[in-house]
């Protein structure tokens, strides 16, 4: 398989992933623990699940922010037989998703967040090269 399609199919799984683990955490904060919060009382943010709960769901959002821009990319480039442009280098778009996510789940500390900062630039910095270059040769 091409590798940039391996890596769209990896940021999709581990956006579900996240979800799944969402799912999890919101089923244990409904049925199991003490402070029990109703099903329909979750806030979209995170926010009345403090710690790891508001961190998840941020870590889930910030996926789900990315993965439209990185599927277009990736779809344009298909349709115009250009993912040679991104196969080299595309697997470090889902390398740095992950290492976002997973610094974001369990820190907020100042470099924490600059480490996340940095996946996301990665992130960022790629898939404006990929337009970049993908734009320049169909124009």
Known sequence: MNQTLIALTGFAGWTLT?????????????????????????????SNTP?????VTRA??????????????VIVASLS?????????????????????????????????IIRAGFWGVQLALLLFYSYQLLNNII
């Open 51 to 55: 710690g790891f709960g508001q961190r």
């Open 81 to 113: 037989d250009q993912l040679a442009i991104m196969n080299s280098t595309v697997m470090y778009v889902l390398y740095a998703r992950i290492g976002q996510s997973v610094t974001h789940m369990f820190s907020t500390n100042i470099i924490a967040v």
């Open 18 to 46: 996240l979800s799944f683990i969402l799912l999890n955490m919101r089923a244990y904060h409904t049925f199991i623990s003490s402070n029990k919060i109703a099903l329909n009382n979750f806030s979209p943010d995170g």
């Open 60 to 73: 889930q959002l910030n996926c789900i922010e990315m993965l439209p821009a990185f599927a277009a990319l």
